[in-house]
């Protein structure tokens, strides 16, 4: 997959929609993908920080897991952690 096909993504923990992808971070030692910044959505903001408007932040890619397992039928994709432990895996840009 090339990293252009994943900006815009949606992103869904336990089938709450959380956000999309609007840029992706690498390390610049390793070449290795180690973030997403993502939009959170309204409500997602609202539920795992406390923020009443939409918010950007960055998502360690730990939280996503394996491509097999967390892109699902409709090219979205599912966070492979709990809901309730979303939150330590974000952090401001």
């Given at each position: 997959m090339k990293y252009n096909e994943l900006i815009g993504k949606e992103l869904f923990c336990e089938n709450m929609r959380v956000g999309k992808i609007i840029n992706i971070i690498i390390d610049g030692e390793e070449w290795k993908v180690t973030h997403f910044e993502v939009e959170l959505r309204k409500e997602a903001a609202f539920e795992l920080l406390g923020v009443k408007s939409t918010v950007r932040n960055v998502l360690a890619i730990s939280a996503?897991?394996?491509?097999?397992k967390a892109i699902n039928k409709n090219g979205e994709i599912d966070l492979q952690v709990?809901?309730?432990?979303?939150?330590i895996y974000l952090r401001p840009p």
């Open positions: 996503v897991g394996p491509a097999s709990a809901r309730g432990q979303l939150r």
